[in-house]
């Protein structure tokens, strides 16, 4: 059964870059064709796709967060990734990772258990 | 890019009775739509995914149905654990989008 746990640091300080790691249990993220996801949900507000990336290499960001967000995918240790440069107050949220329900689709299942990331001097 | 409302904010039910939750799109998403839970302190879990098929493990008085742009989430009875938030999200095209949510509460 797939599993996903984000990890990284909860305190990030303003214009520096949020970094995270999703790691995947109970399969492989390379294996299949496979979308995995970020997405993020502010404190006491909704949900927000970030990005997605599918394991052949196709990437697809949120254009509202294009010009700041990288997805990584790094096969060898089972792990996809998030960098979101420039930071401010704005992008404190929890963090979640998701994965796909089915092969080429983009419903997320499961989900991490999220990570908030507070961005604060 | 395809913006999701859900409706209404709140619904304030009693256990055993039905849920109706509306989720409308500002253009048509096909039959390109998920619904998720969310309860406090823990990450959504898909509860109906393509308009009307539930997940994995999903009981069946949850059902979904619409087409185009008009979808609801139907909840039958509604149980002690089904009193949490609720959101919708299309596929149809990029970027991704979830609705603004529906928090189903204890009357």
């Known amino acids: 059964q797939l599993q996903l746990q984000e990890s990284g640091p909860g305190l990030v300080k303003p214009s520096e870059t949020l970094s995270l790691t999703c790691t995947v249990s109970?399969?492989?993220?390379?294996?299949?064709?496979?979308?995995w996801g970020w997405i993020r949900q502010p404190p006491g507000k909704g949900l927000e796709w970030i990005g997605s990336?599918?394991?052949?290499?196709?990437?697809n960001y949120n254009p509202s967060l294009k010009s700041r967000v990288t997805i990584s995918v790094d096969a060898s240790k089972n792990q996809f990734s998030l960098k979101l440069n420039s930071v401010t107050a704005a992008d404190t949220a929890v963090y979640y990772c998701?994965?796909?329900?089915?092969?080429?689709?983009?419903?997320?299942?499961?989900w991490g258990q999220g990570t908030l990331v507070t961005v604060s001097s | 890019e395809v913006v999701l409302t859900q409706s209404p904010a709140t619904l304030s039910l009693s256990p055993g009775e039905g849920a109706t939750l509306s989720c409308r799109a500002s253009?048509?998403?096909?039959?390109?739509l998920a619904w998720y839970q969310q309860k406090p302190g823990q990450a959504p879990r898909l509860l109906i995914y393509?308009?009307?098929n539930r997940a994995t493990g999903i009981p069946a008085r949850f059902s979904g149905s619409g087409s185009g742009t008009d979808f609801t989430l139907t909840i039958s009875s509604l149980e002690p654990e089904d009193f949490a938030l609720y959101y919708c999200?299309?596929?149809?095209?990029?970027?991704?989008?979830f609705g603004g949510g529906t928090k189903v509460e204890i009357k």
């Open positions: 998701a994965g796909p329900r089915s092969t080429g689709d983009h419903w997320f299942d499961p």
């Open positions: 109970g399969g492989s993220i390379s294996s299949g064709l496979y979308w």
């Open positions: 990336i599918h394991s052949g290499g196709s990437i």
């Open positions: 253009q048509s998403v096909s039959s390109f």
């Open positions: 393509d308009v009307s």
């Open positions: 999200q299309h596929r149809s095209n990029w970027p991704l989008t």
